[in-house]
């Protein structure tokens, strides 16, 4: 069953992280007015733009990272202790 629970948490952080994902380039459009800087064609963004938005992205990645994985761990223990009481 922990297996179960294991691949459970990695299926939400995998979802979690499309939606960080998405809520981040909305966040970015309705702040600079521009698209988020994708790849290495898009040569009219500025270096600073680029930085931010990396530095951004990785701030909201790391968080769901951490978030899922603590949720994973609590529920993973949680149900240990009530597999352990039944």
Known sequence: MNFLLKLLGAGVSLGAGFVGTKLVNIGWEKVTG???????DDLETSLRSALTFALISAFVSTLIQVLS????????ARFAKTHDIV
């Open 34 to 40: 521009n698209k988020p800087p994708k790849g290495h």
């Open 69 to 76: 994985s603590r949720s994973t761990q609590r529920a993973i």
